[in-house]
């Protein structure tokens, strides 16, 4: 075989090769945006990690209040992520969205890092400007190359389950399962959590709030509920200063309200959660229906 | 650096490039000094063995060449096979078992002569040591005329394709192709990167996406129930066949991209019919290695014990093959369970043909069909042994799979990945089995089949294929 | 012995070892064409040749005998 045509051949693989994984690639991102509701127009978008995933049907939701939400939302990520996040919704998704259901918890300042590797979740959005930046600041440069030019190795097989959902409209909870009142009640017994307030995290939130502001919509924080046991295990006093921060916050802002769930008919009640974090389906119908009260 | 890295890739075309310039007189040269950097970029120190033995071999298998009388000849054959296999004994049995010794002996308030011995194994010892001595085996016997060349000898020995995981290779086949290397045939760049190909798909999609499920289960048998237990012992045989297979097609792919050709691993082990029959399907390297150079002397000798040598020779035979794969007693045990089963083969041979043959079961597929499950099972059973890491879990698996079952361990997305891939490589083998060259993908004479089955091989690598290793981990709080 | 007799002597201990009656050995005859010759069987046969020729292999006469021709070579030669 002749060397130009061998080369030939070659070129003309890479060439074949490159275009395919570009029509894959959008073809994986649309699945990506029908799951989380980004492919339309949203009205409302739900931003958090796995406690809103877990704790909102977004579709349900939209039925009750008969608009469209979105959820953009993944687990493991903290205020830095999702700060990202909202700056890639606002410069992408043209759309009058008008609230931003945020999700809060008691950890939410904590500077403690809940992964080490949570960039990866955004490498399918690579294209956009943002999360370029976002993304080539940590990763390795060998890492962030090869993401850059092979466009479907942006995907894994967690990203792939999550685009064949959004094609097939499967949103809902999978958590059926109830917790373990007596493990966990065992496990937590004498457990105490710290609610750490980090200054420059305070500050991250309000230039988040800042962004929302900025952008014409409204924010519904929403302190998300967790199992009781869980829920003593955070000091009262430092809890109740942390919501009259949200709600002080909330009150000078035009549009901007705080909504506590953690409340005794929800936390109390076992049968609505998954895990001392985690609510189960019946937990999500429940909040759902009171977060769509609210708005 | 693994064959499955970026670097590798990256490695590949320059080893290609710098041997396509190098004038064929000096290729061997070329090929020499890649390996070394090669082996050097993982443990430089253990370099040192490499040279120690290709020394050691090359000096003896001379002598004997030139030694007329027999009983010199033999001992500098014995010589060399005992010089070179006290660095595998060393690092791989002596400091196991004299670890164990200091733990059981301080246990009773003994104490040990030795230290505790923590050394992690020279880089493919178990590979090239055999290779050695089934050269100097083979310069013994007149098989073939020792190397003049000390390169060659120490290229033989370090030929990076196969000093990872093998496949364990012979002299006769690779002195004189080292002797002779040709220049650069893109023919054979493109069969090797076909089978390449292929290799990564069996290790990157099928093997590590299998074990993402089975070493979940075996890393906490104590909690999963029997139902999880079992589905992770029928997974296992195919994740060890899609890791040690796909790896092995990716060492003698690269050795075919150079234009050496490499001897296969992998026969389509489940379409074995019986135990033996699998046995030589399955890591065909190291089972002909044995076979030749272990095996037969010593049922020869004890030949005249009719059907009893033959099981003593088998029984040695499996057992030495355990323990080459780790030292421990499970491996032990292993090798015991392999050379039982073939025993009772053996002993049952003459009947079961009589039986076979009178009802013309040979020609039944559902009868094959059965033997290979048969077959498939015995091997997915001794493997429990293989995986577990004492014998007291393996125990614990067999009792689990006979108590009382609780929830499955569903992951289903690792299951639905793990069994798409298994059916793939299943209907890749049956093809080649039953229906050779009627099905081509690869070598197909048509170049949409043939660029569409590449392309959509790798997608299937890039999409689902285990690439970064850490997986996306978070905590909770 | 000449070597048409041990043709037929051969023959029968392979129809015995590989219980079958029609098989017929020729020069280019390997393990490869009979069904049942395996490494398992191998050294029964080489066992069953020696008592019926009364000689004795050696373990490098093995490693030379490619084919039932060479077997029949060497045997002839040990007679």
């Keep these: 075989m002749k060397f130009t045509l061998f080369f030939r051949k070659v070129v003309l693989l890479i060439m074949l090769f490159l275009a395919i994984d570009f029509v894959i690639s959008k073809v994986l991102i649309e699945g990506l945006n029908r799951y989380f509701g980004l492919n339309e127009k949203a009205d409302v978008l739900i931003n958090g990690s796995s406690m809103v995933m877990n704790g909102f049907d977004r579709y349900e939701l939209g ?18 992520d999702r700060q990202a996040m909202l700056q890639h919704f606002y410069d992408n998704y043209k759309c009058d969205v008008k609230t931003i259901i945020f999700e809060i918890h008691p950890l939410i300042f904590s500077s403690y890092i809940r992964s080490k590797n949570v960039y990866t979740i955004f490498y399918p959005f690579m294209d956009v400007d943002n999360i370029d930046y976002y993304i080539k600041e940590r ?12 466009r479907t190795s942006r995907f894994d097989s967690n990203k792939l389950i999550t685009v064949a959902r959004g094609y097939l409209g499967v949103f809902g909870s999978f958590k059926t399962n109830v917790l373990d009142k007596e493990r966990v009640d065992k496990n937590l017994h004498g457990v105490v959590n710290e609610i750490v307030i980090a200054p420059q995290k305070q500050e991250l939130f309000e230039e988040i709030m800042q962004m929302i502001e900025s952008n014409n919509s409204r924010a519904l924080l929403v302190m998300m509920p967790m199992y009781d046991s869980k829920f003593k295990t955070f000091p009262k006093d430092d809890y109740k200063e942390l919501c009259f921060y949200f709600e002080d916050f909330c009150s000078r802002k035009d549009g901007f309200e705080f909504l506590d769930l953690n409340i005794d008919s929800i936390t109390t009640n076992a049968q609505l959660f998954f895990d001392d974090v985690h609510l189960n389906v019946k937990g999500q119908k429940v909040v759902t229906d009171i977060v769509a009260g609210h708005l | ?29 070329t090929l020499l000094i890649i390996s070394y950097v090669f082996y050097l970029n993982i443990k430089p120190i253990y370099a040192l063995l490499t040279v120690g033995v290709t020394v050691s071999t090359y000096t003896f298998t001379r002598l ?57 194994l020279p880089i ?87 074990g993402m499920y089975v070493d979940v289960v075996y890393n906490n048998l104590h909690s999963e129930s029997g139902n999880s237990i079992l589905l992770a012992v029928i997974l296992y045989p195919f994740q060890v066949y899609a890791d040690l297979g796909g790896y092995s097609l990716l060492a003698i792919g690269i050795a075919k991209t150079l234009g050496i050709d490499v001897m296969h691993n992998f026969k389509r082990p489940f379409f074995a019919i019986t ?49 080459w794969h780790y030292a421990s007693l499970s491996m032990v045990i292993w090798g015991v369970l392999q050379g039982t089963y073939l025993s009772i083969e053996a002993f049952s041979h003459k009947q079961k043909t009589e039986f076979e043959n009178k009802y013309g079961l040979r020609n039944r597929k559902w009868y094959l069909f059965i033997s290979m499950l048969l077959t498939f099972s015995l091997f997915a059973i001794s493997q429990i042994v293989g995986r577990t890491d004492s014998i007291a879990d393996s125990a614990l698996v067999f009792t689990k799979i006979f108590s009382p079952w609780g929830n499955l361990y569903l992951d289903l997305t690792t299951l639905l990945f793990s069994i798409v891939g298994i059916v793939i490589v299943l209907c890749k083998d049956f093809v080649e089995e039953f229906y050779p060259n009627s099905i081509r993908l690869f070598s197909n004479t048509n170049i949409l089949i043939r660029y569409s089955s590449y392309l959509s091989i790798v997608f299937l690598i890039i999409l689902f294929g285990v690439l970064d290793g850490n997986s996306f981990i978070y905590f909770q709080f | 012995m000449e070597r048409s007799v041990i043709i037929e002597k051969l023959s029968s201990v392979f129809r015995n070892v590989f219980s079958d009656e029609q098989l017929e050995i020729k020069d280019e005859l390997t393990a490869k064409d009979v069904e049942n010759w395996d490494s398992l069987s191998h050294m029964i046969l080489i066992s069953e040749v020696e008592n019926a020729f009364s000689i004795k292999f050696k373990l490098k006469d093995l490693n030379k005998m490619k084919n039932v021709g060479d077997m029949i070579n060497n045997i002839a030669s040990k007679i």
């Design chain 1, 139 to 150: 990763a390795s440069e060998k890492e962030y190359w090869v993401h850059k030019i092979i």
């Design chain 2, 64 to 120: 004997m060449d030139n030694s007329k009388k027999d009983s010199f000849r033999k001992r500098y054959m014995m010589i060399n096979i005992v010089l070179i296999l006290l660095p595998l004994l060393y690092f791989k049995y002596f400091s196991v078992i004299n670890n164990e010794l200091l733990i059981y002996l301080g246990s009773r308030g003994f104490n040990w002569i030795f230290p505790e011995m923590k050394y992690l």
């Design chain 2, 275 to 323: 135990v033996a029959d699998f046995w030589r399907r399955w890591h065909i390297s190291l089972i002909k290695w044995l076979t030749d150079y272990l095996y037969t002397p010593l049922s020869f000798s004890l030949r005249k014990l009719g059907i009893w040598g033959i099981i003593i020779a088998l029984q040695l035979t499996f057992l030495i093959s355990g323990i």
């Design chain 2, 124 to 210: 493919g010892i178990s590979y090239y040591t055999f290779m050695c001595i089934g050269y100097t085996i083979d310069v013994y016997n007149e098989e073939i005329k020792a190397e003049k060349n000390i390169g060659i000898v120490a290229l033989f020995v370090s030929f990076f394709p196969l000093i990872l995981s093998g496949p364990i290779e012979r002299a006769k086949n690779m002195l004189p192709q080292f002797r002779n290397l040709k220049s650069i045939n893109l023919l054979n760049i493109k069969q090797g990167a076909q089978l390449m190909l292929w290799g990564y798909f069996m290790k990157l999609v099928v093997a590590d996406r299998i």
């Design chain 2, 1 to 29: 650096m693994l064959f499955t890295s970026i670097n590798f890739l990256l490695f590949l075309p320059l080893v290609i490039a710098l041997y396509t310039i190098t004038p064929a007189k000096y290729k061997w040269l």
């Design chain 1, 63 to 80: 039925k009750i209040i008969d608009l469209d939400v979105a959820s953009y939302s993944h687990e493991g990520v903290s205020l830095v």
